[in-house]
């Protein structure tokens, strides 16, 4: 059974930074992709970063510039820094890993973000 198992959010004030990770059981390098959606109440779910195994990223253009997926590979961990942060970030974080033909999910992790 794969696991992911998230941590490092919290409450921070606007402008603050977060960094999220997401701690994998299994070998990340065995994974199609890695990243990151959000689900705020009464929004939809949405995709804030992906990370392939070839190395692309993508960004929410909601985030670009602010926030950055990254791994260490040797510990097996995903990380999201979140950096100048806005209110209307505030979400729980989930991150994902596809190994085709399935895709895993940490349980998430909040973060709030005051005005």
């Known amino acids: 059974q794969v696991q992911l198992v998230e941590s490092g959010g919290g409450l921070v004030q606007a402008g603050g930074s977060l960094r999220l990770s997401c701690a994998a059981s299994?070998?990340?390098?065995?994974?199609?992709?890695m990243g990151w959606y959000r689900q705020a109440p009464g929004k939809q779910r949405e995709l804030v970063a992906t990370?392939?195994?070839?190395?692309?990223?993508d960004y929410a253009d909601s985030v670009k510039g602010r926030f950055t997926i990254s791994t260490d590979n040797a510990k097996n961990t995903l990380f999201l820094q979140l950096n100048s942060l806005k209110p209307e970030d505030t979400a729980v974080y989930l991150c994902?890993?596809?190994?085709?033909?399935?895709?895993?999910w940490g349980q998430g992790t909040q973060v709030t973000v005051s005005s």
């Open positions: 299994m070998s990340i390098l065995r994974v199609n992709a």
């Open positions: 990370l392939t195994s070839g190395g692309r990223t």
């Open positions: 994902y890993a596809r190994r085709s033909p399935t895709t895993y």
